[in-house]
């Protein structure tokens, strides 16, 4: 899944909003074909037969945003959302609850700090003008650890970064 | 877009699944029984995310993969009463339960405790009324007719929180979605007042080719016509995951979608793709 959004603290403003998930695929007995990772072997066009490739969804994304601006030099940026794979139990969530400060009072060196909370699965990165400001890697990703994460939900990740400097526009 | 590129900031959050093949664990020098591991792990889980608690997790994961059915039986009577203990050890509990349903002789061992699992779906916690729909759907070689019951009686609740059911929708409609009771209960569920979340987590649950019931077909069919997109959208897609006869009896709506002068692109894009998968192409 992905949020982006442009915001302009010094004219208040913000544009451009996106959101979007990729596609999820479903593979079944004999994937992966060649052993180790998917590859053109495991795309058998075959749906729901449990072989090989079996089937394919796509969540929808309707994320939650919200831009405001704390003094005239400051933009913040809020995204939170939570979202399951299409294909498999709605109830495993991943949740995301993100707010990022951008401060520009020096043009040529902007800042950003950030507030976060998220679910310990998946992978989850903040950037700012191209910038990772935060990364965060799941300790594994055997379906036993998904199940702790997503579903009994514990731990939850929260945490704060910065203010750091940032790449300027 | 912004006058003044010089102060223009772009924030991204980007989540990523990335699976990985992972190496099985080798050189276990171990001799605890099961058992005693669960009973060293309960006492670690006062504080489920302590490092303790994860470490415990991941040794009884191993344990239970790699030890005999025998092993692994003369536990679950441990693990099914800590189901009825505080908070923590239940939920590290919950995790030990679903390793055990990964195995594959888990339909034999868990079978006897149907009913001790399914109690957890009376539980005032979403997670803990999560899980049982996920063990019992994962059981092998296949689900027992056992499991249908509670999750029925739970998915017909209507004093319940609809968005914790789509759990069992999930699950019913895998195990048993050709059985005239569960295509009643799943009926019932969809013509209940629904909020567009908890609607699209429903339509997602309901796209497997077992569903095959056309009073069903022709509720998801319906939901092309909901004024959310989302809901539109995932529709489209249910029905191509549902199979062939369900995109043949949604075709005439299908085509309605694609021909609407003011639907959205992914809404058009979603049922065209459901009417590829008859072989129809359509402009």
């Not at chain 1, 072997?41 to 090989?52: F, K, N, P």
């Not at chain 2, 796209?207 to 095959?212: K, L």
């Given at each position: 899944m992905t949020e982006s959004i442009w915001v302009t603290p010094d004219m208040q403003s913000s544009s451009a909003f996106f959101q979007s998930t990729g596609e999820t695929r479903n593979y079944g007995a004999g994937s992966p074909a060649n052993g180790s990772t998917l590859s053109a072997?495991?795309?058998?066009?075959?749906?729901?037969?449990?072989?090989?490739w079996n089937n394919a969804g796509k969540a929808n994304p309707a994320f939650s945003h919200n831009e405001s601006y704390p003094s005239a030099t400051q933009g913040q940026v809020h995204f939170w959302g939570s979202s399951a794979n299409?294909?498999?139990?709605?109830?495993a969530t991943i949740d995301w609850d993100v707010t990022t400060t951008i401060s520009t009072t020096t043009p040529t060196a902007p800042t950003a700090s950030l507030s976060y909370s998220h679910t310990c699965y998946p992978a989850h990165r903040v950037t700012v003008n191209g910038s990772v400001i935060y990364s965060y890697q799941p300790g594994a990703n055997t379906t036993d650890y998904i199940f702790q994460r997503l579903v009994t939900k514990f731990p939850t990740i929260r945490g704060s970064v910065g203010p750091i400097g940032v790449p300027a526009q | 877009m912004s006058t003044h590129p010089a102060k223009t900031v772009c924030v991204l959050l980007a989540l990523t699944i990335q699976m990985q093949a992972q190496a099985p664990a080798t050189g276990s020098r171990e001799v605890t029984s099961v058992k005693q591991s669960f009973e060293e792990l309960r006492l670690r889980c006062t504080d489920p995310s302590s490092a303790s608690a994860q470490s415990g997790l991941r040794r009884i994961a191993e344990k239970i993969r790699n030890s005999s059915g025998d092993d692994v039986a003369a536990a679950i009577p441990l693990m099914i009463g800590a189901l009825r203990g505080s908070e923590n050890p239940r939920l590290c509990t919950l995790v030990v339960l679903f390793d055990v349903s990964l195995r594959p002789d888990s339909a034999q061992l868990l079978s006897s405790y149907i009913g001790p699992i399914g109690n957890l779906l009376n539980s005032p916690d979403e997670r803990f009324q999560t899980t049982p729909p996920i063990i019992f759907l994962n059981l092998k070689p296949q689900p027992p007719p056992e499991v249908v019951p509670p999750l029925l009686t739970y998915l017909t609740r209507t004093d319940l929180d609809p968005k914790a059911q789509t759990s069992a929708l999930f699950a019913l409609a895998k195990i048993a979605g050709d059985n005239p009771e569960v295509i009643s209960g799943i009926r019932g569920f969809l013509a209940r007042p629904l909020d567009n979340r908890v609607r699209i987590d429903a339509l997602n649950a309901l796209?497997?080719?077992?569903?095959?019931d056309p009073h069903v077909v022709a509720m998801v069919t319906a939901s092309l016509d909901d004024a959310d997109q989302g809901v539109r959208f995932t529709a489209a897609q249910t029905l191509r995951r549902m199979g062939e006869n369900a995109v043949r009896q949604a075709e005439p709506a299908l085509q309605t979608v694609i021909e609407r002068a003011d639907e959205s692109p992914e809404v058009k894009d979603a049922a065209r793709a459901a009417l590829k998968s008859i072989g129809r192409t359509s402009e």
């Open positions: 072997s495991d795309e058998d066009g075959v749906a729901y037969d449990c072989l090989l299409p294909l498999e139990d709605p109830r | 796209g497997d080719s077992r569903v095959r």
